[in-house]
Structure formats: C-alpha cells, structure tokens
C-alpha cells in the first residue's frame, strides 16, 4: 500500500509539472486530490489493516495529499504569473510610441473668405449685421426702388413664393430692414445667402451668397471717393497690398450715381492672364450712392442723409482668390475639392 501511495504521488507530482493550463490543474485536482481521487480509492484498504498499520498509511496519506495539493497551488500560481507576463507584452503601453494622428475637420473656403471679408470691415469700423434669407416684396424690390412691373426686376431672375415673399434675390435688402430701425451715421456690411431662378454653370449658381456694404451720414459726409477707398482697402486685404480699383458706370434701380467696380487680377497684377480673360481686371460687383428714393421709402426725408453702398458676390471673391474655375465645386460636398483648403 505504502508502494501504491508514493507511485501515485510521483504520478501526480508529475503531471502536475506538466500543466499548462488553469483547466489542466483542475482535472489533475479530481484526478489526485478530490473525494474520488485515486488516493481516495488506495485508502478503501484500509480497514483491512492492523492499527499500527493503519496510523503508519494514514499519515503517509495526509501528507501526500498534502504534497499534492502544495504542488497544484504552485501550479496555479505559475500559470497565473505566465498569464499576467503575457498580458503584460501583449498590452504594454509605449507611452514614447507616436500616437495616431486624428483626422481635424477645418472651414469650408467660403466660410474662411466670408470670415476674412468680415475682419477687413470690421477692422475699418463696420459692423456685421444678419437679417432674414425670406423676404417680403416690400423690403426685397419695392424699398430698393423696384415698384412693380419696373422692368429692373428682370435684372434678378427671381423663385416667387406662394405667399407672395421671396427668397431674397440679393443682400440689399438688409439696407433696408437695418434703416428701419437705425438712422445714419452707420457702417455695415451683411453677408448671407441669396437665391435667383436660374439654370447653373461654371459661373452661376441659384443658391450664392453676397456681402452688402451700406455707409450712410448726414448729407455731405459721404462721397464716392469715401467709398472707392474703402473698397480699395477691402481688396488690398483680400487679394494683396499691390490691388487697384476702378469703378465704371453703371445702373443699379436703388443707385444714384452706381458703379460697377473691378479690381486688377491678382494672378498676372493687370498685365492679362486665364483667369482674368487677358483683360488684367476682374468685375467683381456693383456700388453707388444710394438712391434717396430708398431713404425714402424706409421713412427718411429727402436729402436728410447720403450713403453709399456696394455687394459682391462671395463666391465669386473665394473663386479669385483661390484659383476656382467652377462655382459648383462649393457645393458639391468633394471632400477632395474640400481637403485643399
Ligand atoms: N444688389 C446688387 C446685386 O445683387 C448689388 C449691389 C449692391 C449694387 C449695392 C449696388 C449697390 O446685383
């Protein structure tokens, strides 16, 4: 019997070492150490034995249990350490490794041009007003000096709503809802979207957006040549300190004098290239003295007040300054047009 036990012992200790896994030691457990061990079996014997006998394999018994359980607690252990060293190479940080760089988003290019024109202005005292993309007929044609069946109103291809308003077919009529409520001496510009009924191309679109410019004072504190140098300032800092301006005549309905105005390409600075079609300047929007039939129509007396006002479109400004051949690429949602900004 004696035999038996240290056989099973030494099997035991054996296969114990070879373990590999938390599964492995328990089954080993059963095998050596549970109530149905083989130990368990060898001591079924042992009633048949004298007493002397009996105290002699009990004790070598227990201390084989022993032995085996101490071997499979040093096991278990073992295995766990190993887990943990694996863990440790598989999941260890290398806080010095460069980390991935997330993707940022950034302005689309009209938001940048629209935020560079408003710092210009601003800069130069002007302040930034916003008013609504659905306008009224009143605020839209009739206080820009459009009545009616003026045939002006064709100049702006125009999307009628079913309740008679607008979406507004250009920023001018900020001037007026701003007069409303406020009376010269004011400097402001309005940037914002604008709507007209047309088929789009490269140069046109039926959704774009416009800045409106208005200065107004009492009569005699303002004048064309206010008004050209401020434009000038305007495109020295969009397109470059080297700009010029020329104003050429032109017929705006809420304008009196109005003005178209270029400034000189800043691609080829005048001398002709593709962009400004060899004729080195660039048409970029309408001014004028504003008509006193406007002043009028928002509740001033005539010749109380003078102004002057001008628009451009925004698109058309980012398109110069970033070399943009097509008006459509703004919004066409391609991230690879986008990501070049
Ligand atoms: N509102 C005009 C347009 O959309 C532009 C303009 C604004 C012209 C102010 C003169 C003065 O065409």
Known sequence: ??????????????????????????????????????????????????????????????????????????????????ELNNIDEKERIDITYPGEKSEKGHLHPL?????????????????????????????????????????ARDM??????????????????VQARFMEKNKPPFKIISLGRVYRNENSDATHESNFHQVEGLIAAKSGDVTVANAKSIISEFMKG?????TKIRLRPSYFPFVEPGFEFDASCPYCKGEGCRICKKCGWIELGGAGMVNQNVFEKVRFTEDEFEGFAFGFGIERLAMIKYGIDDIRLFHAGDLRFLEQF
């Open 238 to 242: 969009l397109f470059g300190e080297e």
């Open 111 to 151: 938001t940048k041009v629209r935020y560079d024109i408003e710092e210009i202005f601003k800069s130069m005292g002007f302040l930034v007003v916003e008013d609504r993309e659905v306008e009224d007929e009143f605020h839209n044609f009739d206080a820009m000096n459009m009545p009616k069946n003026h045939p």
């Open 156 to 173: 702006q291809d125009t999307f009628w709503l079913k309740n008679g308003c607008v979406p507004r077919t250009h920023t001018s009529s």
């Open 1 to 82: 019997m004696k035999n038996k036990i240290n056989d099973i012992k030494n099997k035991a200790i054996e296969e114990i070492k070879k373990a590999k896994t938390f599964t492995e030691v328990e089954t080993l457990r059963v095998k050596y150490s549970g109530r149905k061990s083989e130990l368990t079996n060898v001591l079924r014997g042992l009633k048949d034995l004298s007493s002397e006998e009996k105290k002699e394999i009990g004790e070598l018994s227990n201390m084989t249990k022993q032995t085996i359980d101490s071997e499979l607690a040093k096991k278990e252990l073992e295995i766990k350490n190993e």
